[in-house]
């Protein structure tokens, strides 16, 4: 890290723009590293609300890096994981990367709605993401835990001023950021699109 770095670029140790995506799929390792970034970030929001969130994507990585730890090579990659694991009685790593690949949906949603709408306040954005991705998927128990960390989400002008994403250059580098998580998150989707056996229990 250097000394220039903003909050934001400190918390991500590496890029979603930089995780491979080869013939056999994205790369486990690389994938779970910048999502180790995403979930620091939650760290900047300075609202406890959205622990839940963090939480929930935390404990999904887990699951995923304790299958990939098993076999490395054999899980190089996320497809070749859910691959693999489709053979074996408990899809614990697959079960997690699909919550994992919807909360990292709603996320990325959110903060990309909000770039685009310099005008609008943060809760409008995340609500509007909630809605599109997570809500569907969760029981009316959950539902009002989520909306309440949508309700506390900081202010706009504040969470911008905390991530030093304040200029063309930084808004920038989050830009394409969210554009590789995004891009990432589509092969997912077409993968489980492909494999619905994958989402059987």
């Known amino acids: 890290m250097t000394e220039g770095q903003t909050a934001f670029q400190k918390a991500i140790t590496l890029s979603y723009t930089d995780v491979k995506v080869e013939s056999d799929g994205i790369n486990t390792a690389q994938f779970l590293e910048a999502t180790d970034g995403m979930i620091n970030m939650f760290d900047l929001f300075g609202s406890s609300a959205f622990s839940v969130v963090q939480s929930d994507m935390s404990n999904n990585v887990k699951k995923i890096r304790a299958r990939f730890l098993e076999n490395p090579i054999e899980y190089n990659t996320l497809e070749l994981l859910m691959s693999k694991e489709a053979h074996l009685k408990r899809r614990l790593a697959t079960e997690a990367l699909l919550w994992l690949k919807r909360g990292l949906d709603f996320t990325a949603q959110s903060l990309m709605h909000s770039l685009n709408n310099p005008s ?32 506390a989400c900081p202010w706009r002008k504040d969470f911008y001023e905390s991530i030093g994403v304040q200029n063309d250059e930084s808004t920038l580098l989050m830009r394409g950021w969210l554009e590789a998580l995004l891009g990432l998150i589509a092969i997912l989707d077409k993968v489980f699109e492909q494999n619905p056996a994958y989402l059987k229990h």
């Open 120 to 151: 609008e306040e943060l809760t409008v954005s995340f609500s509007m993401a909630y809605d599109a991705t997570l809500r569907p998927y969760h029981s009316f128990i959950v539902r009002p835990i989520f909306n309440l960390a949508m309700n």
